[in-house]
C-alpha cells in the first residue's frame, strides 16, 4: 500500500506504508486504520515532528557513517547497500521544514 503525504507548503510525498509506518511512529503518530491509514501533523506538532525525525535521521546518519568507516577491505564492493533512516526521512523532513515556515499542517493517508 502506497501513503500519501500532503501539505500546502510542498509538493506530496509518495512512500510505501512499511517506511511510512516507521516514521510516523517516530513522531508519534498513529498509523490508523490498517486497511486505509490516515491522519494530520497539526502546525502546532509540525515543530515537535520535525525535531523528533531529524534527531532519528541524525542518528541513523552517524551510525552509518560509523559503519561506512569500518568496511573491510574482504567486503563485497558489488553488495547492494540499504536505504538509510535518514534518506528515507528526508523528504518528509523537508516538507515539516516547509511547513513550519508557511505555518500549515501535514495530512497523510491511503
Avoid: C
Avoid at 37 to 44: D, K, L, S
Amino acid at each position: 500500500m502506497l501513503i500519501v503525504f500532503k501539505s500546502k507548503a510542498a509538493a506530496e510525498i509518495i512512500m510505501y506504508a512499511e517506511h511510512a509506518k516507521l516514521l510516523l511512529d517516530i513522531i508519534g503518530k498513529d498509523f490508523e486504520p490498517a486497511d486505509a491509514p490516515r491522519g494530520i501533523i497539526t502546525a502546532e506538532q509540525v515543530p515537535a515532528a520535525l525535531s523528533k525525525l531529524k534527531g532519528a535521521a541524525d542518528s541513523a546518519l552517524a551510525k552509518t557513517r560509523a559503519a561506512q568507516n569500518s568496511v573491510d577491505a574482504n567486503d563485497d564492493p558489488g553488495a547492494p547497500m540499504s536505504v538509510s533512516l535518514a534518506q528515507r526521512a528526508y523528504p518528509l523532513i523537508d516538507m515539516l521544514e516547509r511547513a513550519q515556515k508557511m505555518n500549515r499542517e501535514v495530512v497523510w493517508g491511503a
